[in-house]
Each structure stands twice: as structure tokens, then as C-alpha cells.
């Protein structure tokens, strides 16, 4: 089979190099999860967190205590299914034309129950916001057949993977992880951490993958050698590998992350830091330290 040159590159990138495979040391793990119980064991409260409210506890305070209400939007939907396609494609489904695993994938969402308001707003669409959606849904698959060969069993593909660990019985974190190859070979690093991005890149995306990282580490005890997130509306993969200073920096974040929010759940008044994260902020036309040069958010949706 012939590739072309994004394909080439991803291929490169699934494989990897065998210098990448670093050897770590076994009590890295260990390491990692005794800093987190010790600097943590002073919370009383139960916490569930996930990169989503890490990310945003360290962009604004204020964004992150204010009431957020989540709405489905045909940009949103359109990451959503397109996700669920690319699950479908790395899980073994005949690889179909863009329009056919559309409706393929339209399909297991409706007639599941992992999703029922998203199933809603599906049925709720008018022909014109149903077609709408399917032209964004299938311009995203074909960027990702453009950009993906076929990936073989051998390399151990697990879309969606969902991964959890806990710190002293109360904090758990957890995550999905778009799609993870290979597992780890004793001590040595294996295993492949990809992200995709439908949108544009975020300042936050190789936190996020470190936070993957974290966790994978924490559960399996030996890190992945590499994280990558997948930007496809640019045709390109912005890879990072993973090292035990990369590891540590992951955990402090999140003691950070995890300490300010129980600050705030305990009364503290949250510190405002106005920047690009205020367009998407439901309260930016009332906040009194919006940055100024935002686009409104009903601009985005």
C-alpha cells in the first residue's frame, strides 16, 4: 500500500524509534504516587477530576466556580461523533466511505444509551442542521483517513480508553484517552498516548497529554515513551515524549490544581485571571475583569 506523505509521517510516529523506548526505574510509580497522597492527605472532600476542570481551575478561578451550563451545538456534536467514527474505524469497522461511516456512526450513537442528549438534539435537527452536521462530521473523517493508514492488531489499538487512579481513597483521577497503542514491556516504555483535535491547538493540549501520561503511570507503573496530539484540520501531529521530569511536573500540577479547588470549596473567593479563556466563559459580559480583546461566546456556537 502507498501513503502519502501525512500518512507516511503518522506511521512514523504509531511505530515510533527503539531508542525511544527509555527503560524506567520501577520506583518511579512509587515516587509519583507518595508525593501525591502526602501533599494531598489534608483534603477532606471526595474529588472526581478530569483534564477538562484541571485545565480550567489553572486558566481563571472565576470561569471555573461559575455556573457553565453545557448545550449542544453542531460544533460541538460534530467532535463528538467524529471521535465515535474514529473509535469505530481503530475498533475494527470496515473501512467505508467518509459518508457511509457517518451514518454508521449516527447510528450505534442513536441506538445506544451512553449519549441520550446528544441523541435528542440529533432528532430534535431539522433537515438543514442534520445535513449541516454531516458535511462537518465527514470533512473530519476524511482529514483522518488523509492523515491515518490502517493501524494492525498487533499494535494493540485501544480507542477510548478509559483510565482512573486514586490518591488516598478521596481523589480520583480520570481520563479518555482518544487512542492508546502498544502496552508497556516490564519496565520499559511502550505504549503511545494519542489526543485528536478537531479544533484549533490550545496552550493546554501537552498538559492534557501529560495528565494522560500521569495516570497511565500511576496505573500501569511504567509511563508511555510518547504522547501526540492530532491536530486534523492541520495535517499534523505535535508529539512530545514522556520523561520522569515531564512525570513529576504532571503531579505538582495537579496537587496545585487539586488544592486550589478545595479552597474554594471550603469559601476562599476565586482569583480572577482574564485572557483567551474568557470568550468561553458564560459570565464574560458581567465579569468585571474580562479581557477585553475576546470574541463573544455566542459568536462560537
Not at 507516511?8 to 497522597?37: I, K, N, V, W, Y
Not at 471526595?46 to 453542531?74: M, N, R, Y
Not at 497503542?181 to 496552550?203: E, M, R
Amino acid at each position: 500500500m502507498e501513503f502519502n506523505p501525512a500518512q507516511q509521517s503518522m506511521l512514523e510516529l504509531l511505530r515510533g524509534a527503539p531508542e525511544d523506548r527509555s527503560t524506567f526505574d520501577p520506583a518511579c510509580r512509587d515516587d509519583l504516587q507518595r508525593e501525591l497522597d502526602e501533599a494531598l492527605a489534608h483534603i477532606g472532600k471526595p474529588l472526581k477530576l478530569a483534564k477538562h476542570p484541571l485545565s480550567q481551575i489553572h486558566q481563571c478561578e472565576g470561569k471555573f466556580v461559575a455556573d457553565d451550563p453545557f448545550a449542544w451545538t453542531t460544533r460541538n456534536a460534530r467532535g463528538t461523533i467524529a471521535h465515535k467514527a474514529f473509535e469505530l474505524s481503530v475498533g475494527g469497522a470496515k473501512r467505508v466511505t467518509p459518508s457511509a461511516l457517518f451514518d454508521m456512526t449516527l447510528n450505534t450513537i442513536c441506538s445506544g444509551s451512553d449519549n441520550p442528549y446528544l441523541v435528542a438534539f440529533i432528532h430534535e435537527m431539522d433537515d438543514g442542521q442534520r445535513a449541516e452536521l454531516r458535511v462537518a462530521v465527514v470533512d473530519l473523517i476524511i482529514k483522518y483517513f488523509e492523515m491515518f493508514p490502517h493501524i494492525p492488531d498487533a499494535w494493540i489499538p485501544h480507542a477510548e480508553a478509559t483510565t482512573a487512579v486514586t490518591i488516598n481513597r478521596k481523589i480520583v483521577l480520570r481520563g479518555k484517552i482518544d487512542l492508546k497503542l502498544g502496552s508497556p514491556q516490564g519496565n520499559k516504555a511502550a505504549s503511545l498516548i494519542i489526543d485528536f483535535k478537531t479544533g484549533a491547538p490550545s496552550f493546554t493540549d501537552h498538559e492534557d497529554l501529560r495528565f494522560y501520561a500521569l495516570i497511565e503511570t500511576l496505573r500501569t507503573g511504567t509511563p508511555p515513551f510518547k504522547v501526540a496530539s492530532v491536530y486534523l484540520d492541520a495535517g499534523r501531529a505535535d508529539e512530545e515524549p514522556v520523561t520522569e521530569a515531564i512525570l513529576r511536573s504532571a503531579a505538582r500540577r495537579v496537587i496545585d490544581g487539586v488544592k486550589k479547588i478545595d479552597e474554594l470549596r471550603n469559601g476562599r473567593q476565586p482569583v480572577l485571571n482574564p485572557g483567551f479563556a474568557c470568550k468561553f466563559c458564560s459570565v464574560n459580559e458581567t465579569c468585571e475583569e474580562v479581557f477585553v480583546d475576546y470574541e463573544p461566546i455566542h459568536s462560537l456556537t
